[in-house]
Nanobody, 127 residues
């Protein structure tokens, strides 16, 4: 069974850091763009960052630029989201997702375009 599994979430004080990981089982991610999304209580799912299948380009939402870094290691079938200078408003469930390259990189910010999703990992930023 194909599956994406996120890990690395937790409770951290404002200004702290976390690194999220997303490991794929069954299906290789080598031909998929990868994205990170988040959803806070009462809010819609929000795009955070994406990376092309070969790691050649990245795209971050303005609110996390300079703080979050997306990366991938295709040999490990894993994506990462390094989160620094965390703020209270970053509190959310974070999801990783895979987007078939045939759909095009321009669709990366749109969650409905993604083909596979993880179950999410909770990130809570406290005062």
């Amino acid at each position: 069974q194909d599956q994406l599994v996120e890990s690395g979430g937790g409770l951290v004080q404002a200004g702290g850091s976390l690194r999220l990981s997303c490991v794929a089982s069954g299906r290789t991610l080598a031909r998929y763009h990868l994205g990170w999304f988040r959803q806070a209580p009462g809010k819609e799912r929000e795009f955070v960052a994406a990376i092309t299948w070969n790691g050649g380009a990245t795209y971050n939402v303005d609110s996390v630029k300079g703080r979050f870094t997306i990366s991938r290691d295709n040999a490990k079938n894993t994506a990462y989201l390094q989160m620094n200078s965390l703020q209270i408003e970053d509190t959310a469930v974070y999801y990783c997702a895979a987007l078939a390259t045939l759909k095009g990189w321009d669709l990366a910010p749109h969650w409905k375009s993604y083909d596979y999703w993880g179950q999410g990992t909770q990130v809570t930023v406290s005062l």
